[in-house]
T-cell receptor, first 113, second 113 residues
Framework: QKEVEQDPGPLSVPEGAIVSLNCTYSNSAFQYFMWYRQYSRKGPELLMYTYSSGNKEDGRFTAQVDKSSKYISLFIRDSQPSDSATYLC?????????????FGEGTQLTVNP | DAGITQSPRHKVTETGTPVTLRCHQTENHRYMYWYRQDPGHGLRLIHYSYGVKDTDKGEVSDGYSVSRSKTEDFLLTLESATSSQTSVYFCATGTGGVYTEAFFGQGTRLTVV
């Protein structure tokens, strides 16, 4: 069983929709949670990060962590065609590099104009 | 892409041949990483480096070796390529914390026939 599970989609929504992307995990030692965005034929780029449980908002994006349920979410409000990409969740036990980032498989999102 | 260059961008090679992928950074980041990305698996860490000549294994290191003789260069070698090593390989860099492991190269698409 994978440490991090993420529905690969694909997910297709109309422009302006609210998008919910989710990951579940089994390792209770994970404390640092990240979301990466990857456009086609490009490398991933860090979108948001959070520590422990709670919410973090950045513009149209909200990251939510529920450690009791081992469940993290990324919400995109007023989705735009430019949000079309693959979204990967990532997690780590420690803040320092060298502690491994464990990635989800990624969810492919298409926002239709 | 934050000054990270991967070469080559595409390569087709035959089973049993050695292959070297290069990652060059201009950011002077201490940490460098090699990942592979495959459908159904997401990103998996192969090897990483925390300084010149300092390297360590990741999750899927069998069949791969790395070297870092200069801060800016991190080489990944497939000693004897196999079809299971057909993948997209990403180099990443960071300054020390997982939140700063945010810079990925454009990727190298390797096909082993």
């Amino acid at each position: 069983q994978k440490e991090v599970e993420q529905d690969p989609g694909p997910l297709s929504v109309p422009e302006g929709a609210i998008v919910s992307l989710n990951c579940t995990y089994s390792n209770s030692a994970f404390q640092y949670f990240m979301w990466y965005r990857q456009y086609s034929r490009k490398g991933p780029e860090l979108l948001m990060y959070t520590y422990s449980s709670g919410n973090k908002e950045d513009g149209r994006f909200t990251a939510q962590v529920d450690k009791s349920s081992k469940y993290i979410s990324l919400f995109i409000r007023d989705s735009q065609p430019s949000d079309s990409a693959t979204y990967l969740c990532a997690m780590s036990e420690s803040e320092t590099s060298g502690s491994r980032l464990t990635f989800g498989e990624g969810t492919q999102l298409t926002v239709n104009p | 892409d934050a000054g990270i260059t991967q070469s080559p961008r595409h390569k087709v090679t035959e089973t049993g041949t050695p292959v070297t992928l290069r990652c060059h950074q201009t950011e002077n980041h201490r940490y460098m990483y090699w990942y592979r990305q495959d459908p159904g698996h997401g990103l998996r860490l192969i090897h990483y480096s925390y300084g010149v000549k300092d390297t360590d294994k990741g999750e899927v290191s069998d069949g791969y070796s790395v070297s870092r003789s200069k801060t800016e260069d991190f080489l990944l070698t497939l000693e004897s390529a196999t079809s299971s090593q057909t993948s997209v390989y990403f180099c990443a860099t960071g300054t020390g914390g997982v939140y700063t492991e945010a810079f990925f190269g454009q990727g190298t698409r390797l096909t082993v026939v």
